[in-house]
Every structure is written in C-alpha cells, then in structure tokens.
C-alpha cells in the first residue's frame, strides 16, 4: 500500500487532516503496519480502517441482503412433457 493510498483511505474516513499528517510522520518512523496505523487512530478517537477483524463477520449465515435468491437456468434447451 502506498502512502497516497493510505492518505486517500483517511480522508475518506473522515480523519482530521492534522490527524493524517501526524500518523503519517510517526509511520515513517516505526513503519506503515497495519496494526500500528489503526492503534494510531484509535489513540485519537477514530474506528479501525486498516485491520479487519474477521470474528465480528462469523455470522454472515444469517446475513439478508434483500435480494431474492435467483435460480440458473441451464444452457440447453430442455422439453418437458
């Protein structure tokens, strides 16, 4: 990941661009991981957007998304007597 694109993913968060120039100068430092980059934003009050933690989406059995569910008609043709 770049650091345009890490810049890019802040802003579109909603992070202070004071915040963003902050973390990103401390970075350079300790380096761009992940897992530093959202400690960094928890610090200053913000949610994670660099980690996912992928426990919280176990439960995508019971996931509804509103659509019906749509049946594949097959490619050849089929006559039913």
Known sequence: MKISDIKLE?????VDSDDIAE????????????HVLDSELEKRGYEKIFSINYEDYDDMDDFDDEYPSVQKFG??????D
């Not at 490619?75 to 039913?80: F, G, L, Q, R, S």
């Open 10 to 14: 802040m802003e579109l968060y909603g």
């Open 23 to 34: 973390i990103l100068e401390l970075c350079k430092s300790k380096g761009y991981d992940t």
């Open 75 to 80: 490619h050849k043709k089929n006559y039913v």
